[in-house]
């Protein structure tokens, strides 16, 4: 199969041994089952919960023809969870599609999304989209870093993503999430500093 995608001399033809091995990659980064709520604690000592709100997965079998006679699979993880004290809700989707030899980007994602719930009346929210396959983030108002390990909480995490966001609402407001594979959400830290940790 990875054959007639490379030898066909059509324009729109699925790499479909690139987007398998971008695939297995991205799956890692899926959170776990068996992670739920889970507690956080603050620089000050202070606790809360940081609630699992939804957890959804969907798959579309043969989302993607090419015209080589390929089909490929697309498929969309989203988990959403919200702290118990401090007033913020955290969605992260991720996506996988197929890389065909005219467009790379934006085809395998993870996307984290963060509203600050501190105006009820008036949530506000940002996001940042890092690409798998290519480095690039989306919008570039935040810096996106791959750690391969990092300790959190005592802990060393095989794989997590830094999210710095240069929008802030107040100092309250959430500067920096660390996203693992597998786990999701491990930490994050408000415009004054102050980190809150999953134990």
């Known amino acids: 199969m990875i054959l007639a995608a490379s030898s066909c001399g059509k324009m729109n033809c699925i790499d479909v041994g690139l987007s398998d091995h971008y695939s297995v990659i991205t799956k890692q980064w899926v959170v776990n089952d068996t992670i739920d709520d889970r507690f956080l604690v603050d620089d000050k000592g ?3 919960v940081l609630n699992m709100l939804s957890r959804d997965s969907s798959v579309i079998k043969d989302a993607f023809s090419d015209d080589c ?3 490929y699979d697309n498929y969309k993880f989203s988990v959403s969870c919200k702290t118990s004290e401090s007033p ?12 065909t ?4 980007e934006d085809r395998f994602t ?3 999304t963060v509203t600050n ?4 009346a008036n949530p506000k929210a940002k996001s940042s989209t890092y690409d798998i396959v290519t480095g690039k983030v989306q919008p570039e108002d935040a810096v996106v870093t791959m750690h391969d390990k990092l300790t959190v909480g005592g802990k060393i995490y095989s794989g997590v993503l ?3 966001f240069d929008q802030m609402v107040s100092d309250n407001d959430i500067k920096t999430v660390f996203y693992a594979k ?3 959400i491990v930490k994050f830290v408000d415009g004054t500093g102050n980190s809150f940790v999953v134990l």
């Open 46 to 48: 202070n606790g809360q």
């Open 69 to 71: 006679g390929n089909y």
């Open 88 to 99: 913020f809700e955290f969605d992260v989707s991720i996506k996988g599609e197929c890389i």
């Open 101 to 104: 030899n005219y467009s790379k």
């Open 110 to 112: 993870i996307k984290l």
């Open 117 to 120: 719930y501190e105006i009820p």
């Open 162 to 164: 830094e999210f710095v």
């Open 182 to 184: 597998g786990y999701g």
